[in-house]
């Protein structure tokens, strides 16, 4: 039982990202004490074998590892309190997988140093069903000790592991620079497809060209196609979370003093599909505010 | 003879990418007949065994192939003149390789038919050392029969052709939104990366990650590249090229009546970088232009 206890990990949020990683981790073998603001999200997992913490800190044992998937930056810094920390104490780890600001790492692992706790921030690029069969691609910095101590759980989670040093703050640079690369192949491919079309071309046979040859990649095959298919719920990733991830890529941009204005071009699209009602639909969306922009919706 | 003479192809326009093409199509074993403005360029191609052509309009044999890369849709309009269509006359046929805009495409086959000539689109995706190596992608449309005649020539120079139907405007709308698709992922990259930067994490890094997973596809690898070890010189697609380009864009989407907020920030930065004096480098130097405005190079 000692041993047990003292092999389990915490896993804290169980959205559509987490709950699909923290099924691996159980699939791995991994035993697990799971905590979801909303328990319900929790059932499948203990019927996989996890155990159902009532509270946050109860997934936390002394020296242990606690992984956080977790919304936004409010609600790791609110999750991770003095209470936390302390429950998980010197030699404690927090595997901090949530794509937050670069500042708010910086705070975060300020914070976990002072209970002797390390803080390893590992944001991750893929969907809920890369999450679900392990295949995420996995950005970590954070202490190197640390970071070793974590090979066994990150391979159940990632097909692949890139390294930015010790710095917390690193990898979540890296993932926002990853998402706005993202955003902004959508834009792109929004603002190209709508011209198409709006040509009398059809951008279809204009997306199989250029995803088979110079942009034959994940990104632009996968996400081009919902925007030609028009194919925007059920969402992947919701345009709500994107606002947010621009909102993060802006914030790091004025905290360094330097313009981005294609991130602030995504910015206010965003913001103006917010406002439209339709956070709730995949981030590919944006190709049907740019439809209708450019008359091809009928309002 | 006279077989010799019926089966020489006309090219006219003679720069890096065409003077590639056509030491491709002498090699495949096709006669030609050549004209630059300036003549010196075709020097190399007269040892290769083309004929050189002291004017446009003797390149032109009746019923016979013209294929044209030239820089604008002006030179393209200037030299198709009513002397080199009669010279063409019917049966004749103009291959047009240039990057144009779809007005000009339907502009030109207009005039083309009155003398009975074929007017057929295509533009190609590729660099001055693709076209050398017979690699181009070509976009291709036209009438279906000029199609069907041209296949030998177009397999001399690409290594895939892919047909968007009788419209010639429409491989020019095509190649238009290819080049904007590359344009915003050169932009996008410059600001992640100076973003990366300005935290002092390694863009090379930042690059080695997104280029091996995501964005695992020529653009990305190949333009990232350039972006992260700042190399602009010398061009394989310059600045001023790429500003024409954008103008392409942005009048087609003018013509549509359809905004392209992307473009027109793209546009805006082609034309601050000329009347910075940076026409002439490569259209990757944008990053130069970003990581001057993000304060990381000194004015």
Not at 140 to 146: C, E, F, K, Q, R
Not at 197 to 209: F, I, N, P
Request: glycine fraction near 10%.
């Amino acid at each position: 039982m000692t041993t047990q206890a003292e092999n389990t990990v915490g896993f804290i949020g169980l959205g559509q990202m987490g709950l699909g990683m923290a099924t691996r981790l159980l699939e791995s073998g991994q035993s697990l004490v799971v905590y979801n603001r909303t328990q319900d999200k929790a059932r499948p997992l203990a019927d996989a074998g996890a155990r159902i913490a009532n509270h946050p800190a109860d997934t936390a044992t002394k020296g242990g590892i606690v992984i956080s998937m977790l919304a936004d930056d409010a609600a790791v810094e609110g999750l991770f309190d003095d209470q936390l920390l302390a429950r998980l104490g010197p030699g404690g780890l927090h595997l901090s997988m949530s794509t937050l600001g670069p500042a708010t790492a910086t705070r975060l692992a300020e914070r976990h140093k002072a209970h002797g706790v390390d803080y390893v921030a590992c944001p991750v690029f893929g969907r809920p069903d890369a999450a679900r069969a392990g295949k995420l691609w996995l950005c970590l910095s954070g202490p190197a000790s640390a970071r070793t101590r974590l090979e066994t759980l990150l391979a159940a989670m990632g097909q692949g592991v890139y390294e930015f040093g010790d710095d917390p703050a690193a990898a979540n640079v890296t993932k926002l620079a990853g998402n706005f690369l993202i955003a902004s192949a959508i834009e792109a491919m929004s603002e190209a497809y709508s011209l198409a079309e709006k040509h009398g071309v059809d951008a279809d046979a204009v997306h199989q060209l250029l995803t088979q040859t110079l942009f034959a990649c994940p990104i632009y095959q996968n996400y081009g196609k919902a925007i030609v298919e028009q194919r925007f719920t059920p969402p992947g990733f919701t345009l709500r979370l994107g606002a947010k991830d621009m909102r993060l890529v802006q914030d790091a941009a004025r905290a360094a003093e330097m313009p981005m204005p294609l991130a602030s071009l995504l910015g206010d699209r965003f913001l103006r599909m917010l406002a439209g009602g339709q956070g709730d639909i995949d981030w590919t969306g944006i190709a049907a505010d740019q439809r209708q922009a450019a008359g091809l919706i009928s309002q």
